[in-house]
């Protein structure tokens, strides 16, 4: 399945019933930059090893590039593409005066040693120094990338350019001008547009049941988020496999359990069950917070959720996208279930270029507004267009970009 190809129709969906320019679709189908590097990095046992490597600078009409690095060995040309094509929707959606990029690694950093995978970041940094910086093009963390992470590839890009840059990348530690809340913030924004959600649907929360597909940052601190609100989570799962308790599962425990185990399989006190079978679990919620395309046409059928809540990027195919809209079963798109990482992301860059910095509570009343108003818009917009949540996120998102364009006379 091609993620690129995916992005693409959907924002032909959206320019069609948005009634956007045809110079819209024109320029918004091809991002503006692809630098490709393969990087040289000196293995522990003295071997080198190139890496392939990329950054795509889709569209910078709002403001500097932004978007997360993927470190994963499945990453390809044409998932980077969709992934910047989504980081400028997504910024723009919420409104953020910044545009879309995306890097990523072919690498699994999982069988790098510290060393190792501190020689690569720095790699990356220092090769694409000339092309990121904080009034051009600012990283993040994304799949695999860390806070440690951001800090190796700061200081690179420190030394190589012989500046003092904190802006030049978000998602930094604390200690280096990272922002308060960054860490917990795209499940803390999944969290606030769920309250919204279930207010209109009017769940009621001690009822309400949720599945979580992925337990890195995202999942793992939205399990955490919603059982401290009320609902119940039932099912968990991380890359090997998931496990489901239909009463609800201990967290605590869970966590425990998979940080002494580095596995959630074979948790005592919940059945194993596949990655595929948690995606169609009778539950209310259904939260996917790992990668592409894991709802399409060959399971949608068998979705059971009243709620999709979209953390991961791209996990629902446009064919699925149709008939969960068919089924009345309310979904909402990754660029703005998961807009909070992003937007936490601009707080950061914001902190860092004034030298002051924000208290989380300053953080999160920020991000709530910004989150809530975001999505009631999206939802009015739904309702005046009669069509999804996504559709109407890209016809908002894309309104923005061009008349930004427009404004620049890049089109008509
Ligand atoms: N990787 C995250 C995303 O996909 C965060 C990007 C950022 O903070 O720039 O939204």
Redesign the pocket.
């Known amino acids: 399945m091609n993620a690129f190809a995916n992005a693409l129709t959907q924002l032909k969906k959206a320019i069609q019933l948005g009634g956007l320019s045809a110079e819209t679709w024109e320029f918004l189908s091809k991002p503006q930059r692809i630098i490709n590097h393969s990087l040289p990095v000196r293995m522990d046992d003295g071997s080198l090893r190139m890496f392939e490597s990329y950054r795509v600078q889709y569209n910078n009409a709002c403001g500097p590039y932004?978007?997360?690095i993927?470190f994963h060995p499945k990453v390809d040309l044409s998932e980077v593409k969709a992934?910047a094509f989504?980081?400028s929707i997504?910024c723009a959606v919420v409104g953020i005066p910044m545009g879309g990029g995306?890097g990523g690694v072919v690498v699994d950093p999982k069988k790098l040693s510290v060393t190792e995978l501190e020689r690569l970041s720095r790699a990356y940094a220092a090769m694409f120094a000339p092309y990121i910086g904080p009034d051009k093009d600012?990283?993040?963390?994304?799949?695999y990338t860390t806070p440690q992470i951001m800090a190796w590839m700061m200081d690179e890009y420190n030394k190589v350019t012989g500046t003092e840059a904190p802006g030049m990348i978000?998602?930094k530690p604390l200690a280096v001008g990272g922002s308060q809340g960054r860490g917990t913030a795209?499940a803390q924004g999944g969290f606030y547009v769920l309250s919204e959600v279930v207010k209109k649907l009017k769940l009621v929360l001690g009822k309400t049941t949720v599945a979580i597909q992925g337990f890195g940052n995202a999942g793992s601190v939205m399990a955490g988020l919603v059982q401290k609100a009320g609902y119940k989570v039932v099912a968990v799962s991380d890359s090997s496999a998931g496990i489901y308790n239909p009463k609800g599962l201990v967290l605590k425990e869970v966590e425990k359990y998979k940080q002494s185990t580095g596995k959630l399989t074979g948790f005592p006190g919940a059945q194993t069950i596949t990655n595929e079978k948690l995606l169609e679990l009778p539950v209310d919620v259904l939260v996917p917070a790992a990668l592409e395309n894991q709802i399409t046409e060959k399971n949608v059928g068998r979705i059971k959720a009243k709620v999709v809540l979209e953390l991961a990027?791209g996990p629902t195919t446009p064919e699925a996208d149709e008939k969960l809209f068919k089924k009345g079963i309310v979904l909402v798109p990754d660029v703005l279930a998961?807009?909070g990482?992003?937007t936490?992301?601009?707080f950061e860059w914001v902190q860092n270029l004034a030298n002051y910095y924000w208290t989380e509570k300053e953080v999160f009343q920020k991000l709530e507004r910004i989150i809530v108003d975001s999505f009631n818009e999206v939802w009015q917009m739904a309702q005046s267009k009669k069509t999804d949540l996504r559709t109407a996120a890209f016809i908002v998102a894309v309104g923005r970009i061009s008349e930004a364009m427009r404004a620049r006379s890049w089109i008509n």
């Open positions: 932004k978007g997360g993927r992934l989504w980081m997504k995306k600012v990283p993040a963390p994304d799949v978000t998602g795209t990027n998961n807009a990482g992003v936490v992301s601009y």
